[in-house]
């Protein structure tokens, strides 16, 4: 069975960090470029950050820049979004995507998301 699975999601305190990760089963990751978006009730999804199939790339959105740090272990199959400085407009749940990209940067080929996992950021 082809599939993401996020893990590492939960409630913390504001100020507090929280890593999670995102493995992938039944695919290799390496080919494939990693999102991770979130969505909270009643919004679109809106993505915060991404990075290339090597790792050697990677964008934030600008309501994250310096706060989060993205990832990959292509050994591990396994991509990561480390979330430090954590507010509660941080609150959503988080999902990550794996996609493969053109050289232009346009992707194409299958579209995989997780499940999601929940991060909540409150006292």
Do not use: H
């Amino acid at each position: 069975q082809l599939q993401l699975v996020e893990s590492g999601g939960g409630l913390v305190q504001p100020g507090g960090s929280l890593r999670l990760s995102c493995a992938a089963s039944g695919f290799t990751l390496d080919r494939y470029a990693i999102g991770w978006f979130r969505q909270v009730p009643g919004k679109e999804r809106e993505g915060v950050s991404c990075i290339s199939s090597s790792g050697g790339s990677t964008n934030y959105a600008d309501s994250v820049k310096d706060r989060f740090a993205i990832s990959r272990d292509n050994a591990k199959n396994t991509a990561y979004l480390q979330m430090n400085s954590l507010n509660p407009e941080d609150t959503a749940v988080y999902y990550c995507n794996a996609r493969k990209l053109l050289s232009t940067g346009v992707p194409f080929g299958d579209n995989y998301w997780g499940q999601g996992t929940q991060v909540t950021v409150s006292s």
